[in-house]
């Protein structure tokens, strides 16, 4: 018999508002807490600190507009953050400080988180949703040059790119990009050429979120629908459907590979967390918390793997903290 599912370690309220993103950062210098931060629909980013369950610092760099995606670049003082006021910002937190350091302007209006992948020290590349409607554009950080931009061929009808990871096949190999499109399409992008190396209808509605585990070369992807897509990259690379997983209801906000590529979660519009076995995708558990959607998931990665945990974050401006390590 299945055993009941868990209830949430612990809640995190007082953000005010719903919560958008979620991103832990567990470096290895530091004590075994990991640090958590949260993007709200009121702008604020908050930083939390997870043994007292409080928010040590709350940023504000955003007009009050909503923030969708927070990242830590190489340790948790180096923060990025973007929002609906069409910026990306870069933090410095060293030392309590809580100001912008730089800025790029997206000139996008959808809400298409970008995409961030170390190349080297102090280097990185992002991807985001470009000012053009079907355009993805590639940066580089810090200096903000342009690597390239991506367009789709001439009557591809894609639609708007929806959700964007940067990866890359082996260390020194070229980045590469995968990338969700409103038309149900994963197109898979090779930076140096600038051009689509393939293609495939994963769902007949747009894409909502994706995630990819390069060392199996299988990705899985969400919708509005009903419907869970797995597909697999050979080594031509090429997409294919790998497998389709039926859902009870629609609506997925969010997917997240755990970072040991053992077990995924996926964020729902019926207010629900699912868990799933990543090699088959067998269901695990069922964690009904929430009263309203959950936009977004994040796993922990801290070094010991029985206190590693998940986040949720919800439109009922609550964070619930799971741990859901198996012992197996």
Known sequence: ???????????????????????????????????????????????????????????????????????????????????????????????????????????NVGFCRCSLLKVAQGRWLMAMAAKALEEVQVLELPSKTSVCTLKPEVGAKLGMPMCLKLWQPSCGSQPLLLAGYEDGSVVLWNLSMGKALSQLVCHQEPVMSLDFDSEKAKGISGSSEKVLSIWSLNEQQSLQVYKTHKLVNAGISDITIRPDKKILATAGWDHRIRIFGWKNLKPLAVLDYHTATVHTVSFSDHKIPSERLLAAGSKDHRISIWSIYTQT
């Open 1 to 107: 018999m299945a055993l009941p599912p868990p209830d949430p370690q612990f809640v995190l309220r007082g953000t005010g508002a719903a919560i958008h993103t979620l991103h832990f950062s567990c470096g290895s210098q530091e004590p075994a807490v990991p640090v958590l931060f949260s993007g709200s629909e009121n702008g604020f980013i908050h930083v939390w600190n997870l043994k007292t369950h409080r928010v040590d610092t709350a940023l504000d760099g955003h007009g009050r507009k909503s923030v969708y995606c927070v990242e830590t670049m190489g340790g948790k003082d180096q923060l990025l953050s973007q929002g609906r006021d069409q910026r990306i910002c870069l933090w410095d937190l060293a030392e309590g400080r809580t100001a912008v350091t730089d800025s790029v302007c997206t000139e």
